[in-house]
């Protein structure tokens, strides 16, 4: 795969099945909504398959919730002159596979020519499109080289899917529905409704349709039957769905054709090609040449096939002329039950992907329109440039075509050039459709009536977005999908000059990370590899706050703030996690899927050689996720002064997890001090370790947060206050408690073995006895990872000092030198040998104390110690690794940490990208280069952090001296470049508080300190 070609594009120009999966991972496309891997329309048998949705989970009995592999609707069997095409047959003359970042667009060129001499060239380009998050669409365009090639084509959904070790769908019904056919299934356990829609279009040649499966399909009623929810006045099966015969008018397929009721019009011919439309079948009985090519591989002429009752598709014949191109266009809807429940059913703004419903602050919604975007309703049409829809004949399809009408709702305004389409005849509609149309969900033209519940709901959302697409046509859907893309760019498109790899790397970054982010709904999450893939099982860790939510922040603040209302939405099933193990507050899973429920398997995979299962703990013991949350809360509110997000939801989860950790600490009568004891921290090569100093220092920072947020609700917005301490029944003497837990919480003791010299800065101790550990030699390899794990083994690993990832590292980089006042009297305890004060907490309560000048001789101090014993066993390591170099000047280190850390997905260089994209990874490549490479701080102190007295006594700040305790009080971010010594200019853009600004670097900036 070629990453140094032209600077928006990757290409692969040879096509190696021995890398399908890391390659169908890197071509995935996605709009936060729909995820799709970037698989063979055709298949292949070492493909990999996989369309997600966000938010369907479904658990295998004894398992844990994963995210579901949707119905397939990729699949496009292509026919050429009575040989199936495919990339193992035949002889590939020619290759190239390109993912096009700035338009979001996927485009496969092949040159093949079958066993019998005839040569054809073949293009497919795919979008998932931001501007309609419900829709996707496939163009393949066939042109013969040699002669006139005869073509068969099947275009199916396939709902024959499942993940990697469970079936977790089961198809309830599928079918046509005037021009579109249909496949609706259900989750086993969890029991949600997936609905998939398509219309197929030609232009070109000469198309004869040679059946369609399922010859008899469910109606949509019969599908609200078998979903559980019964339907009345049934009249049964729907007349357009199988029964009406199809005739050509006016160059397309129309339903309700004039002719003789009943009269079987076969085979159904499409001279110039047309949107096929109407529910014509072959006749059981009728014998059709060419029907073996029926999309469940059928070669019954016609007659339904036992993959009809999992399939709906189309197969067409297309009599293809040598040097006139021929293209067969597919436009797919998707929706599920959710999607009322998370707003999935509103289609973004497409200036820029605000969130319209209720994502943004009022300003942010402000903002997005007045720069242009169109606020969509549910079920709303989107522009589909600016000639709009045309159908083959060059007319604009309007309300007088069958089927079309242009619809808005919710008191949207159309804009000018719009084409939607909604379920009128022959489709059902949420709501009223117009003239001919359905009315309260009905299945419209030919349908039932009555039909209620979740699936026809999503049956018609499906169906409706299906349609948007097929009256925009491809170049329609493709001009808005680019324009919103364009639009993302702008935002947040970082330019970097004389470093072609670097430029790339960091554009595949930042399309990665917006393509999984939800713009439509804020009950929704990133799980670590977004929607690319099952690794994870879909599950959201604290990748997505520590990793991933700043690049939002400080660039999409609207999106960031979905990410956040995830976890204020999931805050009950924190309650219960902590009330469960006897704790206050909240306290967040470290594996979340839907609902925030703990989702950690407590057992892994068997091992393939002993069989032996290996009890995960992280669930149990990885705690820090809970401050993690919190800190991204904060960074939130502090970048964005967004207040609204903070009275709303930020300051509840921000008082909750502090209340967590407070009772999470214990006390030491023998230190006089609190500890927090069985944890795993980042490192996680060491399990149920006491006083892990990223835990401890996350956790005193958290509570602080929490009592900054308390003093400026009390005083600045008492009546929301009120609800709060109503709601949680805090008391001042809880606040006490966490104020003193605050102040003497064990935070930072020095290694009872500091790395250098006499008198040089000690080392932090990761935890308590770390130091004690055998030093192990770590291989120097930087081109390949290769964890110890796999070297001396997961025992010998933990009595070891070795690191996974940064831990101790990893506190200072986020804290930064806020954490000196906490740890400074304490290092210099252990540095002048007095035993046990090194435990004892001298903290300058959260205040930069006189320590503060210090930070870089303690961040160099552990670098020195950690960096040399850390084997990147995670993929989160690198790209932090670069930041903390960059900080500390080196230079050369940084930009070496930094190409590591993208070839983790780019070049597959740990072994594991086929199961999706590492997203950490992405938005550690973000840091590394902005907090890193250009140098930006912004100020994460909790200010004016009072005494447990004070707290007890329960009187607070005034307002005028609160308005200092909010977490935008802090003056403007920092900025102190570093580039490495090769780059030109290095142009990033920030959100600030309301502003936007693009920040411009020379590669003159910075330079190597040894200090």
């Not at 070609?5 to 099945?17: K, N």
Request: include cysteine.
């Amino acid at each position: 795969m070629d990453c140094g070609r032209h600077e928006w594009s990757i290409v692969e120009d040879e096509f190696d099945p021995l890398k399908a999966g890391h390659r169908e991972t890197v071509c995935a496309l996605g709009n936060g909504y729909l995820g799709v891997r970037g698989a063979p329309e055709e298949g292949h048998p070492a493909s990999s398959p996989a369309t997600f949705i966000a938010g369907v989970f479904d658990a295998a009995p004894g398992g844990v919730p994963e995210l579901v592999v949707a119905p397939n609707w990729l699949r496009m069997r292509v026919v050429i002159d009575g040989e199936e095409f495919s990339m193992a047959s035949g002889e590939v003359l020619g290759f190239r596979r390109t993912l096009d970042m700035r338009d979001g667009v996927l485009e496969r060129k092949v040159r093949w020519r079958g066993s019998r001499g005839r040569t054809v060239r073949l293009t497919w380009r795919r979008l998932v499109s931001m501007a309609d998050v419900h829709a996707a669409a496939v163009s393949l365009t066939i042109e013969p080289e040699d002669d006139d090639l005869e073509v068969v084509v099947d275009s199916a959904i396939d709902g024959r899917v499942s993940n990697a070790k469970a079936v977790h769908l089961d198809v309830i019904g599928g079918g046509w529905d005037g021009d579109a056919s249909y496949l609706v299934a259900r989750t086993r356990a969890s029991g949600v409704v997936i609905a998939e829609a398509q219309i197929v279009a030609v232009s070109g040649g000469e198309a004869t349709v040679l059946g369609r499966v399922p010859q008899y399909p469910s109606s949509p009623a019969a599908i609200a039957r078998a979903a559980g929810r019964g339907a009345d006045g049934e009249a049964g099966e729907a007349a357009g769905s199988c029964a009406r015969p199809q005739a050509v008018h006016g160059g397309l397929l129309q339903p309700g054709a004039p002719g003789a009721p009943g009269a079987a019009q076969v085979p159904e011919v499409l001279p110039g090609g047309g949107i096929l439309r109407g529910g014509g079948i072959l006749p059981r009985d009728s014998a059709s040449p060419g029907n073996s090519a029926l999309p469940g591989g059928s070669a019954s002429s016609g007659a339904a096939s036992s993959a009809g009752e999992t399939t709906a598709g189309v197969s067409l014949r297309i009599h293809c002329r040598r040097g006139e191109p021929v293209t067969i266009e597919k436009y797919v809807g998707f929706a599920t039950s959710l999607d009322s429940a998370t707003g999935g059913g509103r289609a973004p703004t497409t200036g820029g992907g605000a969130n319209v419903a209720g994502g943004a602050g009022a300003a942010e919604r402000t903002a997005a329109l007045a720069s242009g975007g169109t606020a969509l309703a549910r079920g709303v049409g989107n522009s589909c440039g600016p000639d709009g829809a045309r159908e083959p004949e060059g007319h604009a399809l309007g309300a007088g075509d069958s089927g079309c009408v242009a619809w808005a709702a919710a008191g949207a305004q159309m804009p000018a050039n719009s084409c939607a389409r909604v379920p009128g005849n022959g489709g059902g509609s949420e709501g009223k459709s117009g003239d001919g149309g359905a009315e309260n969900g009905d299945a419209g033209d030919g349908g039932e009536v009555g039909i209620r519940g979740d699936a026809a709901a999503a049956l018609a959302l499906a169906l409706s977005a299906a349609r948007r697409g097929a009256a925009c046509r491809f170049a329609g859907l493709l001009e808005e999908h680019r324009r919103v893309w364009h639009a993302i760019w702008d935002r947040c498109d970082i330019v970097i000059e004389g470093d072609d790899f670097a430029q790339k790397a960091m554009r595949f970054a930042v399309f990665q990370m917006v393509q999984a982010a939800p713009r439509h709904t804020d009950r929704v999450s990133i799980g670590a590899r977004g929607l690319s893939g099952e690794g994870y099982k879909g599950h959201v860790f604290w990748d997505t706050e520590t990793f991933v939510v700043p690049f939002f922040t400080f660039t999409l603040p609207e999106i960031a703030r979905n990410l956040l209302g995830y976890r204020y939405h999931t805050l009950p099933a924190a309650r219960r996690n902590a009330a469960s193990k006897g704790y206050r507050g909240a306290m967040f899973a470290w594996e979340s899927a839907d609902t925030g429920e703990e989702t950690t398997p407590p057992w892994g995979d068997p091992n393939p050689v002993t069989g032996e299962r290996r009890r995960i703990l992280c669930g149990d013991l990885e705690h820090h996720i809970t401050a993690d949350v919190a800190y991204a809360v904060w960074q939130y509110c502090m970048a964005t002064a967004d207040e609204e997000f903070l009275l709303q939801k930020g300051a509840e989860i921000l008082i909750e997890t502090g209340r967590f950790w407070a009772s999470r600490a214990s006390y030491n009568s023998t230190l006089q001090a609190y500890e927090i004891l069985h944890v795993i921290g980042p490192d996680e090569y060491h399990e149920d370790v006491n006083n892990n100093f990223y835990t401890n220092a996350m956790a005193r920072w958290n509570i602080r947060a929490a009592l900054a947020t308390c003093d400026y609700l009390r005083a600045r917005h008492p009546s929301e206050w009120a609800r709060l301490a109503s709601a949680t029944g805090i008391s001042h003497e809880e606040l006490a408690h966490m104020a003193d837990v605050a102040a003497r919480l064990v935070c930072g003791r020095a290694s009872a073995a500091p790395h250098g010299s006499a008198g040089a800065q000690p080392a932090i101790e990761q935890f308590d006895g770390f130091s004690d550990l055998a030093d192990v030699e770590i291989p120097a390899d930087e081109a390949t990872f290769r964890p110890m794990e796999a070297v001396i083994g997961p025992e010998a690993l933990a009595m070891s000092r070795v690191v996974k990832q940064p831990d101790v590292l990893m506190a200072l980089y986020l804290l930064e030198d806020n954490i000196m006042g906490d740890i400074d009297d304490a290092v210099e305890a252990e540095s002048r040998g007095c035993g046990l004060a090194d435990r004892l907490p001298r903290g300058g309560g959260g205040r930069r104390g006189r320590g503060a000048h210090r930070w870089k001789d303690v961040l160099r101090a552990n670098w020195d110690y950690y960096e040399p014993r850390t084997d990147h066993g995670s993929s989160l390591s690198c790209a932090i690794h670069s930041a903390i170099a960059s900080r500390l000047g080196l230079r050369e280190k940084a930009w070496r940490y930094f190409v590591r850390a993208a070839r983790i997905d780019l070049a597959d260089a740990m072994g594991n990208a086929a199961n999706g994209v590492h997203m950490a990874t992405q938005g550690g490549l973000w840091q590394a280069v902005v907090y890193g490479f250009a140098g930006v701080r912004a100020d994460m102190s909790v200010p004016g952090v009072r005494r447990p007295e004070e707290c007890a006594s329960g009187s607070g700040p005034s307002p005028a001296e609160a308005a200092g305790l909010a977490p935008w009080a802090k003056g403007a971010f920092s900025v102190n470049p570093r580039l490495p010594g090769h780059w030109r200019r290095l142009s990033v853009p920030l959100a600030w508080r309301g502003t936007r600004v693009r920040m411009e670097f020379s590669g003159s900036c910075g330079g190597e300190d040894h200090g």
